[in-house]
């Protein structure tokens, strides 16, 4: 799931509007960030597998590190640790420690059973991968609603505040609407340095937020 990680962190300034888009959307994909560095350093295995699902082309493996809801369930009390200590607030802490833990339930309702409970754990996921037609209209409405959600509680001070926000929705969903048609990768490491990309949605985020500000209700 690629927009429906943008939805929720898009949505959460809804609820904590003092919270930095950068930082909502940091915790939001933060275990997509750190997973391609495993991947290159060896720690986590993906394989190239076309057909592997309806919607992605790639078998995960092994990803304990990054993907075990234990595990998960540590980094977002850590992520929430670290809010509290940067924002001096415990609702922005416990915002951010919940958008890490929603990457993993997010993804478990698209992924098939390769989730890991813990490490060696049993598997779980819904598969909602399986069907094209199904993860358009779910990651579709999911970005719908945080979109909405963060416009409500956002106004653009110029025209950047408002192109650069529509840019990022546009190039995610660009990225993520194309994976059922695109050629399969070459290899795990191109995976891997593509995955990479996610780096450059936090500081955007940080740019759209220069030139927004909270809507006065």
């Known amino acids: 799931m690629l927009i429906g990680h943008l939805a929720v962190a898009l ?6 509007p003092e919270v930095p888009l950068g ?3 940091a915790a939001a994909f933060a275990l997509d960030l750190v997973w391609p560095i495993l991947l290159l350093a060896g720690v986590e295995v993906v394989r190239v597998s076309p057909g592997n699902t309806a919607f992605m082309n790639l078998a995960f493996e092994a990803y304990p590190w990054t993907h075990s809801l234990a595990l998960v369930l540590g980094w977002s ?3 929430a640790l670290v809010a509290k200590k940067i924002f001096g607030s415990w609702r922005s802490g416990l915002v951010l ?3 890490v833990l929603s990457h993993w339930l997010l993804d478990v309702v698209t992924h098939r059973p ?4 813990w490490p060696g754990g049993p598997m779980v996921g819904l598969g909602l991968w399986n069907s094209i037609a199904g993860t358009i209209v ?8 945080g979109l909405w959600m963060y416009r409500s509680a956002s106004e653009s001070a110029d025209r950047v505040g408002t192109v650069a926000l529509w840019a990022l929705v546009g190039v995610t969903s660009l990225l993520w609407v194309s ?11 191109a995976v891997a340095w593509g995955a990479l990309v996610l780096w ?16 006065v209700s």
């Open 11 to 16: 949505g959460a300034k809804k609820i904590e």
């Open 23 to 25: 930082a909502t959307v």
């Open 77 to 79: 009390v850590l992520g």
């Open 97 to 99: 420690g919940a958008l």
């Open 114 to 117: 390769d989730l890991p409970m």
């Open 138 to 145: 779910v990651e579709a409405g999911l970005l719908a609603v």
């Open 179 to 189: 994976q059922p048609w695109a050629p399969p990768p070459g290899s795990p490491n």
């Open 200 to 215: 450059i949605f936090p500081p955007w985020a940080v740019w759209i937020e220069r030139h927004r500000s909270v809507r």
